[in-house]
């Protein structure tokens, strides 16, 4: 096996700790030929779609590919801004933010971001925090519940990685920090900022990304940590049962999902004669398609169609300072033992001064 080459190395430099925030990917523009990259790539991983290769194959290629690329290209040129996707960008603020947050409070670390999908990819910004001298590594998805089509398929590129390197950093992951109370307490100043602004409605909706429903019988833990922040936030916020719903969006094929259906949900709401909802997402750190458009464009029509009078859509975390502060001291309860300052410049030149009567070569 042939690994990948080792960057430049100069004996007597110390090591650094880098931060790598991972989400779960965009296209490169909001075109069908990007979006048939994106998804070739998105729905041949195994996490995210269980079905065996020879069967799969000639659906994904022989019908979804032909099909759903310029459809979906559509749906993204809606919210497509100038600074590129919403996704995208907040990630990539989210990495600055969270760099200097650090920075401030005596972490020097080093930050990225990658996307599980699309670019930047895992494999080359830890390339680059290796390049940039990173022996220590702790990825942190941004996805507060874990699951295997998210978390898990993030580890696993980090683990493909892994398989090219020679010379590997030390590496942490953090799986979840759905009971976080820094981020349960981020989600509630959202909600409550948002109410002083507009008012309250008669219900808050929670809508989590869904999976299928075989998921959860074959033990992923997802459908529990969500009903695990959502009761969180509830009692943080002082909420009765009856004045919060869990729901679960975004299915694909004709599985049974994750239940209630978001959407199924809000027009029965309606029906029933309610009214005003407010509706939020707090499994998503970043306003990307699946709010911007499903939750804010579609499910907002089909409420007010429904004959519901007020829709209100509460936006993800994003650069908010308390959800920045909450990803701080996640990564800096995870990053204990790590050496924070590097050592003194008279110990890393006499260790070079080692190296080099010892033969190194730099």
Known sequence: MTFAPEPPYRHGSAGRTGVLLVNLGTPDAPTPAALRRYLAQFLSDPRVVEIPRWAWWPILHGIILRVRPARSAKKYASIWTEAGSPLAVWTAKQATLLRGFLGERGHPVLVRHAMRYGNPSIASQLDALKAEGATRVLVLPLYPQYAGSTTASALDAVTDW?????????????????????YIEALARRVEAHWQREGRGERLVLSFHGVPKRTLLLGDPYHCECLVTARLLRERLGLDPAQMLVTFQSRFGKAEWL?????????????????????????FTSDCLETLEEIDQEVREAFLGAGGQAYHYIPCLNDDPAWIAALAAIAIRHMQGWPVEPPAAGLLAAQRERALAAGAAD
Request: net charge negative; charged share 25%.
């Open 162 to 182: 892994m398989h090219q390197v020679r010379h590997l950093p030390e590496l942490r992951a953090v799986n979840r920090y759905h009971d976080d109370p820094l």
């Open 259 to 283: 239940q209630p259906y978001t959407e199924p949900t809000l027009i029965e709401l309606a029906r029933s004669g309610v009214q005003r909802v407010d509706v939020m997402c707090p499994g």
